[in-house]
């Protein structure tokens, strides 16, 4: 089980992340534990090599020592430092104007960021 999260990632760095996902391709099913390297970080986005299917879009994504990085969209080829990429939690945060509730009860903010422009567009 992967739980989580713990704060929130405010890095630029090569970290290594985990997701939970539920996609098998052509169904959903009971979900799986999956890891990548996160190498492409920006202010809004970020990207990274690892595994991912079909019906894992969506699937929450925390750093291995358990900070939300954010959620997992899009299969990407090409042009990043990864094959998967999603919006980074601080973003969320900012949009949603609401804190992340961490695994123990409390909250925890997004923070700022430095790593510049966006990845997804």
């Known amino acids: 089980m ?3 999260p713990n704060g929130v990632y405010t890095g630029c760095g090569p970290t290594p ?3 939970f996902g539920h996609g098998y391709g052509v ?3 009971q979900g ?4 990548g390297i996160a190498a492409d ?3 809004d986005a970020y990207a990274w090599a690892g595994f991912g299917l079909p019906g894992d879009s969506g699937s929450p994504v925390i750093t291995a020592t358990g900070q939300a990085a954010g959620n997992f969209t899009h299969l990407v080829v090409g042009g990043f430092a ?3 990429a999603g919006m980074r939690a601080t973003r969320m945060i900012e949009v949603a104007g609401l804190p ?3 695994a ?4 925890a903010g997004g923070g700022s960021t430095s790593c510049g422009g966006g990845l997804l567009g």
């Open 27 to 29: 169904v959903v099913a």
């Open 32 to 35: 799986k534990p999956e890891a």
């Open 104 to 107: 123990n009860g409390s909250t």
């Open 2 to 4: 992967i739980g989580g």
């Open 82 to 84: 990864g094959n998967l």
């Open 41 to 43: 970080w920006s202010d």
């Open 17 to 19: 992340v985990l997701h």
């Open 100 to 102: 992340i509730v961490n």
